[in-house]
């Protein structure tokens, strides 16, 4: 049974933040800092030395949450496109793309503003990347170009199935990178970014609904 033309998309899974590890004179600054190293880190995989120190985290511990999120994202595009056997091979190459999209990613920190005690608000305009716009838009092109390549009879053993499969896979990262060529962004999305101290271990954080709203607003999924 060949693929249907257009996969069904799943909630976005989230990307935990860092925080903060300690408190300065000027707070407003440090949590800007906070909001900006966060999304530096987590979507480009950039972070200097002020940024580990201001998360109190050594560089393989940042490291490996951007890669964390490479292959949370890498579940997602499997999920989003119908790729129905996520190999390593598959998975590793997905994880590369992403990089690349990610290397696009778009934002603009705005000041900080203390809210309450233990809440600062961070304006933040976010430019969603439209790269799965664009592919969305081609997909029944791309499906039907790849069921073209494979007969009935190919399609009911497993084996066969299993190199549509890859082939399914492939054909939509070969259409991201396409489109990677001449990336667009759609309009601006302002939001604001609450920062808030765990009363527990007094760290300082972004709120995990705001980062899954970041999360989802870096690339556009339609």
Request: aromatic share 12%.
């Amino acid at each position: 049974m060949k693929k249907a033309k257009r996969a069904l998309a799943l909630a976005l899974a989230l990307v935990l933040a860092l925080s903060l590890a300690g408190c300065s004179t000027y707070m407003e600054d440090s949590v800007k800092a906070l909001v900006q190293g966060n999304l530096d880190a987590v979507y480009l995989g950039e972070y200097g030395e002020s940024y580990l120190e201001l998360v109190d985290a050594t560089e393989a511990e940042v490291e490996q949450i951007y890669l964390d999120g490479l292959n949370v994202e890498a579940e997602y595009f499997a999920q989003y496109f119908n790729i129905e056997n996520l190999t390593d091979e598959i998975r590793a190459d997905i994880v590369e793309m992403y990089k690349e999209v990610y290397s696009h990613s778009k934002f603009e920190v705005g000041e900080a503003s203390k809210m309450d005690d233990s809440t600062y608000g961070v304006k933040l305009t976010v430019y969603p990347i439209d790269v799965m716009q664009r592919v969305i838009d081609e997909s029944d092109a791309i499906v039907d170009s790849v069921n073209s390549q494979f007969t009935d009879e190919q399609l009911a053993t497993e084996e066969g199935y299993a190199v549509y499969d890859a082939a399914w896979a492939q054909a939509f990262i070969d259409a991201c990178y396409d489109k990677l060529a001449s990336v667009g962004y759609l309009d601006p999305e302002e939001m604001v970014v609450q920062v808030t101290q765990d009363p527990v271990d007094e760290l300082w954080i972004i709120s995990d609904n705001d980062f899954q709203r970041i999360d989802t607003a870096i690339i556009y999924y339609p």
